[in-house]
């Protein structure tokens, strides 16, 4: 991008002058005049300092990080890049290895965040292993305090009726007195609890009060079965967040730890398991005592602390995994990448970084990149603009160059025959261009699709989670044994050994569409054009995408179950308001990948997405 070549010339020029003032580049396409006061601080102050990249999407926020990485390198620091989407992270660590910078290769590593706060349970006293067992009695004597509590409060508060069609809104009274009187972790039950009624019994409009009592207790005892029966079972993802707590005590205090959890009791195989951190080793250094225990952590944290963290789209990240990092860097020698609260798709509030969990402030350099996108086109910026003012999210881009960009919209339905012919348009317009087929095109696909996969068996999973409220969430997913039919349409049925074009299918083995798994690393070749899910998109980027069936993903995630949450606090929003912003916040996410060539497929014309495209044609 031309945000890259300027700060590639900055990066040549800084060490030719002391000069900090604004330069000016200009190519055939475009000039931009860059005030580099607050980069140039950046790169001298990082070691006291957190640095802070913000913007919108596509501004460059991914670029700043990977100079910043690139200088690290160059002064033979080891860098690590940390993110949430495990095809951007192979992506960047494609980008860094195969550049010209020289520097030894166990000084940079990429990874997702899952996989590094997984390798953080591990490594602190294999934490998994410590929390299981307790856990399991911890959760079902919450769940019941917590049944018990609503039932006070209903009865307190003369609640005759619960409504199940707006959870917030048409419950409002009962929800503020929960908030105000009781807790966030209740008033988050309580959501969960009329959300299962919600699916449990779509034709009916309210649950009366002497039907409360039953169901309450009804639904009480399904989560704790669940957690009985299930919890053992990957307790990293079931309960993330008080994996998230544990690492986060033992960093502050490894001797509560130590006694919380009664590890001087433990069997001499159970401290094996500990000391050894999961590891198969017959030698321990360690012995079961409190003094060897935090020698053991703190052997761990200087293991971790040694390269410098660069942490993207780090908007979505949790208080607690905020908190770990500041824990293990002490505010500073680390570098975030943060959108805004548009970009927010994996927790309700954006997580705020010039802030630790006190409120205290710390020492921030921040590089504020606005609302100027380096990476779309005019035609992409007044679409999404369009879209977010439709559904009155704040976005507002800004284009940072005179290129217009394409934009197909096809609201004629699925038709295989159009695939295929922009497929081919697009990979060799690319080739064109000088781009790989890994950077060319990228094919955005609806896991739900029953027309791009073909199902041999579908079956259904009742899975759940435990939120970072210690509730249990109910998810009722469906599986199945399917062939992704992509790689087939885009060579018009040829067999295998006559096909023109290669698909890497990023994420389509794994049970969950989203890129949560913590131990299952894909890697793609550069001659392979790359095909996901929706949900695995963020922060990718190609010179053409296209987008299948935009209006049925848009339909999928309004059923999310966080969707009606979204946006809780503004009281001012319907049930269906937050289903909208919450779905289009995603759809907006996918439309913001394009470097040059946005392809739109809808389903249906008809579709409420469908009819806001054709508002939007007919506008133009």
């Known amino acids: 991008s031309n945000d890259l070549k300027i700060y590639e010339k900055y990066l040549t020029e800084i060490d030719k002058t002391t000069d900090i003032e604004s330069f000016e580049l200009t190519n055939q396409k475009q000039s931009k005049k860059s005030k580099l006061t607050t980069r140039i601080l950046a790169d001298k102050e990082i070691q006291n300092n957190l640095i802070i990249i913000s913007g919108k999407a596509g501004s460059g926020k991914t670029s700043e990080l990977l100079l910043l990485i690139k200088k690290r390198l160059e002064d033979k620091q080891a860098t690590r890049y940390i993110t949430y989407n495990k095809l951007l992270v192979n992506q960047v660590k494609n980008i860094v290895t195969n550049s010209k910078i020289s520097f030894n290769f166990t000084q940079f590593s990429a990874i997702s965040i899952h996989k590094q706060i997984y390798r953080y349970g591990r490594n602190f ?44 809104n048409n419950n409002q009274q009962l929800f503020n007195i929960i908030r105000h009187h009781y807790s966030e972790d209740l008033y988050d039950f309580t959501y969960y609890f009329i959300k299962d009624l919600q699916t449990k019994y779509p034709q009916k409009d309210r649950i009366d009060n002497h ?59 159970d401290w094996h398991k500990v000391a050894s951190r999961g590891g198969k080793s017959e030698n321990i250094i360690y012995q079961n005592n409190k003094d060897d225990f935090r020698k053991l952590v703190n ?13 993207d789209e780090a ?27 548009e970009q ?14 006190t409120g205290r402030n710390h020492n921030i350099i921040e590089i504020e990149k606005k ?33 217009d960009g394409e934009l197909i919209i096809d609201i004629m339905g699925f038709n295989e025959a159009n695939i295929l012919n922009n497929f081919k348009s697009f990979a060799e317009k690319g080739k064109q261009n000088g781009y790989f087929p890994s950077e060319s095109v990228m094919v955005i696909i609806e896991s739900s699709s029953t027309k791009i996969f073909q199902k041999h068996q579908t079956y259904e999973n009742d899975n759940f989670i435990i939120n970072e409220h210690n509730n249990v969430v109910l998810k009722n997913e469906r599986h199945g044994d399917k062939k992704c039919l992509l790689q087939q349409i885009i060579n018009n049925g040829k067999p295998d050994n006559r096909q023109d074009y290669r698909v890497f299918y990023h994420n389509m083995n794994n049970q969950s569409v989203d890129d949560t798994e913590y131990d299952n690393d894909e890697e793609f070749g550069i001659d392979e054009y790359i095909a996901l899910f929706y949900e695995s998109c963020r922060g990718s980027e190609a010179f053409s995408v296209m987008c299948l069936e935009l209006d049925e993903f848009y339909e999928r995630k309004k059923q999310d179950t966080i969707a009606s949450k979204f946006l809780s606090e503004d009281l001012l929003l319907t049930e269906n308001q937050r289903k909208q912003k919450y779905a289009m916040t995603w759809v907006l996410m996918a439309l913001t990948r394009a470097i040059d060539t946005l392809y739109i497929q809808i389903s249906d014309s008809n579709s409420e997405l469908g009819k806001i495209f054709q508002k939007y044609i007919d506008s133009k």
């Not at 927010?344 to 969990?357: F, G, T």
């Open 125 to 168: 006293g294999n934490i998994l292993f410590i929390m299981t067992y307790k856990r399991i009695k911890e959760l079902e004597n919450s769940q019941q305090i917590k049944q018990n509590n609503l039932l006070s409060c209903l009865q307190n508060a003369h609640v005759s009726y619960i409504d199940l069609n707006d959870i917030i």
């Open 211 to 269: 039907e409360i009592k039953k169901y309450l207790e009804e639904y009480t005892q399904k989560t704790i079965d669940k957690i009985s029966n299930g919890f053992q079972n990957n307790v990293f993802l079931r309960d993330y967040y008080n994996v998230l707590s544990n690492i986060l005590l033992i960093l502050r205090d490894s001797d509560t730890f130590y006694d919380e959890f009664k590890l001087a009791s433990f069997s001499p195989s």
């Open 299 to 311: 052997r761990s944290r200087g293991s971790f602390s040694r390269y410098v963290p660069f942490i």
């Open 315 to 341: 908007q979505d990240c949790h208080d607690l995994e905020r908190d770990i990092f500041f824990e293990l860097y002490h505010k500073k020698n680390m570098v975030v990448a943060t959108g805004g609260q």
């Open 344 to 357: 927010l798709i994996r927790h309700e509030h954006e997580c705020n970084w010039k802030v630790d969990s």
């Open 371 to 403: 609302n100027n996108t380096f990476r779309l086109g005019q035609k992409h910026i007044d679409l999404c603009n369009y879209l977010a003012s439709e559904f009155e999210i704040d976005l507002n881009l800004k284009p940072s160059h005179l290129n």
